[in-house]
């Protein structure tokens, strides 16, 4: 069974939440469905042939799922979808600093008679009852200083059971001339403007949501595979997959950064 993504009628729920539950992250978390639902970013949606080849094929080792750190509910309906096309039903627990990805993440997973279990709090803090058999995440070394990549796989560890499994990509950017990736001011005014071109008459402000997000937008870069592939070693896993994304995903990914497809790489990992 597929798990279609309703973003026309969780985009303004999302915007809705956000304006009462984020404490400073209102211009990310009411912003993303809205940039997926005009195209102006793909989110997970370009890397769903890889998630759910890699999800298929370990569902039957274990059904309780950890989703750590969530945009929006993109993450559950690949986990939705990839379970079910092999007759699981996941235990899932949903992990994030915000209120308002959570609220989504219980929005969308009644749709199929499902009740995830919610934790707000932060990865590195987090002290579950048991341990997971998967942790699926997505970009999250973005949002962790280098220097604390090592401790957030160690950590990742921790939270497994043995054979455990974490599924997950990243973009690198080998030659990103800083340390984090950010918008001019040109590129978040020509981001917004674009976003309004593509709204095709949704009732939302769009560029003023798109151009907000993009002029606050920012992001550590991981410079290397090297970098990561260590992060992983280090932390006591092996790597079952590790590589570039094929041509299809690559094509089709809108980053939510001022890139062009040249400036990096997506690299898809399944670690045990």
Not at 17 to 37: I, K, N, P, T
Not at 97 to 108: A, D
Request: net charge neutral; glycine share 6%; aromatic share 10%.
């Amino acid at each position: 069974m597929n798990a279609p993504e309703p973003l026309a009628e969780s985009a303004p729920l999302a915007h809705a939440w956000a304006e009462r539950h984020c404490d400073s992250c209102g211009w990310y978390h009411g912003a993303w469905q809205y940039l997926r639902l005009v195209g102006v970013i793909s989110g997970i949606t370009a890397e769903s042939a890889f998630f759910q080849s890699a999800l298929r094929a370990i569902a039957r080792d274990g059904d309780r799922v950890l989703i750590a750190a969530s945009a929006d509910y993109g993450m559950l309906a690949q986990v939705i979808r990839a379970y079910r096309a092999a007759g699981v039903t996941p235990a899932v627990t949903v992990l994030d600093q915000c209120e308002t990805p959570l609220l989504l993440n219980r929005w969308y997973a009644r749709r199929f008679e499902l009740e995830p279990v919610l934790h707000r709090g932060d990865i590195f803090d987090y002290e579950p009852d048991a341990p997971f058999d998967v942790i699926c995440t997505h970009s999250f070394f973005s949002f962790v200083a280098p220097g604390r990549h090592a401790a957030l796989v160690r950590g990742w560890r921790k939270l497994l059971r043995p054979g455990g499994r974490v599924v997950t990509s990243q973009s690198v950017r080998a030659d990103y001339p800083t340390d984090r990736i950010r918008f001019t001011p040109e590129q978040a005014a020509e981001f917004g403007a674009r976003a309004e071109r593509a709204a095709n008459g949704i009732d939302a402000p769009i560029r003023e949501i798109a151009t907000r997000f993009a002029e606050r937008k920012t992001g550590y870069v991981v410079r290397s595979e090297q970098h990561l592939r260590a992060a992983f070693s280090d932390g006591g896993f092996q790597c079952e997959q590790f590589g570039p994304a094929d041509t299809d995903c690559a094509r089709q990914h809108r980053a939510a950064n001022p890139d062009d497809r040249q400036s990096w790489r997506r690299i898809q990992i399944v670690a045990r």
